[in-house]
T-cell receptor
Framework: AQKVTQAQTEISVVEKEDVTLDCVYE???????LFWYKQPPSGELVFLIR??????QNEISGRYSWNFQKSTSSFNFTITASQVVDSAVYFC?????????????FGKGTKLSVKP | NAGVTQTPKFRVLKTGQSMTLLCAQD?????MYWYRQDPGMGLRLIHY???????AKGEVPDGYNVSRLKKQNFLLGLESAAPSQTSVYFC????????????FGPGTRLTVL
């Protein structure tokens, strides 16, 4: 069965610390897609990144980086030199190719608090 | 481009009342979704539509109905609201398929007393 686990419910760091948000997924599909979304205190969901199952290259975008490892079914998200504006709930999500409707299966989210 | 909009932003209902949540998108997307977000539960799919005139059930469809009469609109109805339907409701749309990211509306916070 498909599932996304974000074991860290809440994380609190001090500004400028690095922080890694964990995401572990389960799927029987060989083709699937992984996503990260950010939900700031204002409530909207903001798309951060997409990765397909055939592309295990890590990705870096500014202070954000993602580590995708199929061997451990993980798609972890690291924020380097965190800032107060990074405070949000972060969701990891999975979409399976066999599900033509394309809906996302979300983890329960990790609430990140960055204190000044 | 407004993206995905939702009406209303907030609503309080009494048990047994009905209401309709409206989602509109101006990106010409084929696929649209309704999710609900509850504390500690992430987002769960209620219903979805892969095109105008089509709808299908998601993970938690009970107590809800939907309609997609126009491509740009996706309506979520509660016929007889229950306290268990107190939640934040998000609408999303995408071009289609599994690869494309979904664009989300700002959410509707619904309280059922």
């Amino acid at each position: 069965a498909q599932k996304v686990t974000q074991a860290q419910t809440e994380i609190s760091v001090v500004e400028k610390e690095d922080v890694t948000l964990d995401c572990v997924y389960e799927t029987r599909d060989t083709t699937y897609y992984l996503f990260w979304y950010k939900q700031p205190p204002s409530g909207e969901l903001v798309f951060l990144i997409r990765r397909n199952s055939f592309d295990e290259q890590n990705e870096i975008s500014g202070r954000y980086s993602w580590n995708f490892q199929k061997s451990t079914s993980s798609f972890n998200f690291t924020i380097t030199a965190s800032q107060v504006v990074d405070s949000a709930v972060y969701f990891c999500a999975l979409s399976e190719a066999r599900r033509s409707q394309g809906n996302l299966i979300f983890g329960k989210g990790t609430k990140l608090s960055v204190k000044p | 481009n407004a993206g995905v909009t939702q009406t209303p932003k907030f609503r309080v209902l009494k048990t047994g009342q009905s209401m309709t949540l409206l989602c509109a998108q101006d990106m010409n997307h084929e696929y649209m979704y309704w999710y609900r977000q509850d504390p500690g539960m992430g987002l769960r799919l209620i219903h979805y539509s892969v095109g105008e005139g089509t709808t299908a059930k998601g993970e938690v469809p009970d107590g809800y109905n939907v309609s997609r009469l126009k491509k740009q609109n996706f309506l979520l109805g509660l016929e007889s609201a229950a306290p268990s339907q107190t939640s934040v409701y998000f609408c999303a749309s995408t071009r289609g398929g599994n690869y494309n990211e979904q664009f989300f509306g700002p959410g509707t916070r619904l309280t059922v007393l």
